[in-house]
């Protein structure tokens, strides 16, 4: 008999095996109820964990891309409120009053100075409705057609934050304080961007 | 990930002067003018390189070890930056986005069109951008950052009034333009125009015998009457654009390749508005 190296050949008879006595416990009626309890509360806490990060639809504003919903008149009159935000908080520091539109155009800050504009993208009235540290800059066609805008800057502590909105289809009055209310977006730079940066 | 490293650009210890790196041209001309004396500008670029094919040297890495920052268009036209960042140990070098919240437009082989600096407006909003960021490296120089900006940018500004000014009144509707490069969208968006056809939406990349008939069918089919090309490209190419399609031709500048200097920006830009001035008023006129 060939024998595989360092494997010792079985007795030629084997003991009796011996009988193993085990004491199976009861359930604890105890442990079991804190089991179940600790699982409920794991079900609790991550539902709740998951409604708190869902978005909020009276919260948060519905927010677009410009690229995406802008004819080219329109992205052209967007891109210059963005550059607009500095010449607006600048005026502001300066004389501790938010510029009128006006005094904007007169220091030949587009939108508001058509004349920086190509000739499609001109033709919306601006207005300025301040309220302490908040200044909205509303762009309106008078005869309600064309798309409309809203420019909303903040004062903080330090620097401004700022918000573009629009309305397509037009409208011949200015956002009120809660433009989403009335149909109004903000608009975003690019998809997955944030919004208009102090 | 970019937008982190950029967000980590917290206030450095500096010497008097901040060493910024750029990667394009008009970069080198808008963080001399926002920086002013308080700010070294460092092309990473050689002036004979094209960033479009730009291969890096080992003494072209090394130039990155003397920096604090560097300016980063991050939407691909600069694409060989991070390779160097890593190749030089300088994967946490803070890098200035100049892009960040602007419009962009979509690029002709998807993506964002990367040539956000071939406008005024948009050109305007990334100098604002680069200011603001150079403040936050630099708190002392801020204010004068910003206010450097805003001059900056009111001289940009006049460039584009000019040219909207001489557009004035010409009968855009007998203007058919074409251009042989996707870059330009931005310039022609601001201006009012729209570009009817892109013949060559690949920059460097010229066609074949085939794509070149193929080309002057596509103007000729868009009635095309002016096609803007760019300087630098092969004559022969757009010649016979030229000759066989009867439009008329413009060229338009890149703003890359050549000396770094704080002027090019302004020069090549009133440059390039004034050929679509001029182009479109001849379309327009039909002289």
């Known amino acids: 008999?060939?024998?595989?190296?360092?494997?010792?050949?079985?007795?030629?008879?084997?003991?009796?095996?011996?009988?193993?006595?085990?004491?199976?416990?009861?359930?604890?009626?105890?442990?079991?109820?804190?089991?179940?309890a600790?699982?409920?509360?794991?079900?609790?806490?991550?539902?709740?964990?998951?409604?708190a990060t869902l978005p909020r639809a009276g919260s948060a504003p519905p927010r677009t891309a410009a690229s995406a919903v802008l004819t080219a008149e329109?992205?052209?009159?967007?891109q210059a409120l963005l550059v607009g935000v500095d010449a607006v908080t600048s005026m502001r520091k300066k004389s501790g009053v938010w510029p009128s539109a006006q005094a904007l155009a007169?220091?030949?800050?587009?939108?508001?100075?058509?004349?920086?504009?190509?000739?499609?993208?001109?033709?919306?009235?601006?207005?300025v409705a301040a309220n302490g540290t908040t200044a909205d800059y509303s762009g309106v066609d008078p005869a309600g057609k064309r798309t409309a805008f809203l420019l909303?800057?903040?004062?903080?502590?330090?620097?401004?934050?700022?918000?573009?909105?629009?309305?397509?289809?037009?409208?011949?009055?200015?956002?009120?304080?809660?433009?989403?209310?009335?149909?109004?977006?903000e608009l975003v730079a690019l998809d997955g961007d944030t919004g208009p940066r102090p | 990930m970019r937008a982190m490293r950029a967000m980590s650009a917290l206030p450095v210890l500096l010497a008097a002067v901040l060493r910024v790196g750029v990667t394009l041209h008009p970069y080198y001309s808008w963080?001399?003018?926002?920086?002013?004396?308080?700010?070294?500008?460092?092309?990473?670029?050689?002036?004979?390189?094209?960033?479009?094919?730009?291969q890096p040297r080992p003494e072209d890495v090394a130039?990155?070890?003397?920096?604090?920052?560097?300016?980063?268009?991050?939407?691909?036209?600069?694409?060989?930056?991070?390779?160097?960042?890593?190749?030089?140990?300088?994967?946490?070098?803070p890098l200035l986005l100049p892009n960040e919240n602007v419009p962009l437009l979509p690029g002709a082989s998807g993506g964002a069109n990367s040539h956000s600096f071939l406008s005024i407006t948009a050109s305007s909003q990334q100098i604002q951008n680069l200011a603001k960021e150079l403040g936050h490296l630099d708190p002392p120089h801020a204010e004068l950052y910003t206010e450097n900006a805003r001059v900056y940018v009111r001289r940009l500004r006049g460039l584009l009034a000019d040219a909207l000014r001489r557009l004035e009144g010409k009968d855009l509707s007998r203007v058919h333009i074409a251009t042989v490069?996707?870059?330009?969208?931005?310039?022609?968006?601001?201006?009012?125009?729209?570009?009817?056809?892109?013949?060559?939406?690949?920059?460097?990349?010229?066609?074949?015998?085939?794509?070149?008939?193929?080309?002057?069918?596509?103007?000729?089919?868009?009635?095309?009457?002016?096609?803007?090309?760019?300087?630098?490209?092969?004559?022969?190419?757009?010649?016979?654009?030229?000759?066989?399609s009867g439009c008329r031709l413009r060229r338009l500048t890149h703003i890359a390749g050549g000396p770094y200097t704080p002027e090019r920006f302004e020069k090549d830009m009133k440059a390039n508005l004034d050929a679509i001035v001029d182009g479109v008023g001849a379309a327009a006129g039909g002289s």
């Open chain 1, 152 to 185: 909303r800057v903040k004062e903080r502590e330090r620097g401004a934050s700022a918000e573009v909105w629009f309305r397509k289809g037009g409208s011949t009055s200015s956002a009120g304080a809660y433009p989403v209310r009335e149909g109004w977006f």
């Open chain 2, 31 to 54: 963080t001399s003018n926002v920086g002013g004396t308080a700010v070294v500008v460092v092309p990473i670029v050689p002036p004979s390189a094209d960033p479009h094919s730009f």
């Open chain 1, 1 to 36: 008999m060939t024998v595989a190296r360092g494997l010792r050949p079985a007795p030629a008879s084997l003991p009796a095996m011996e009988a193993v006595e085990r004491r199976v416990l009861p359930p604890s009626a105890s442990r079991e109820a804190a089991g179940v």
């Open chain 1, 106 to 127: 007169a220091d030949d800050v587009p939108p508001f100075a058509a004349g920086l504009l190509p000739a499609a993208a001109r033709g919306l009235a601006w207005s």
């Open chain 2, 181 to 244: 490069h996707d870059g330009y969208g931005y310039l022609f968006s601001e201006l009012g125009l729209r570009v009817e056809a892109v013949v060559q939406a690949r920059h460097g990349v010229e066609p074949s015998a085939r794509q070149l008939a193929d080309t002057i069918e596509r103007i000729k089919a868009a009635h095309v009457n002016l096609l803007f090309t760019e300087l630098g490209l092969d004559r022969s190419y757009v010649e016979t654009i030229e000759k066989e």
């Open chain 1, 74 to 78: 329109d992205q052209v009159v967007y």
């Open chain 2, 63 to 93: 130039v990155l070890s003397s920096l604090d920052a560097v300016v980063e268009n991050g939407l691909g036209h600069d694409a060989f930056l991070e390779p160097m960042l890593r190749a030089a140990g300088k994967e946490r070098l």
């Open chain 1, 38 to 51: 600790v699982a409920v509360a794991a079900v609790v806490l991550l539902g709740a964990v998951r409604i």
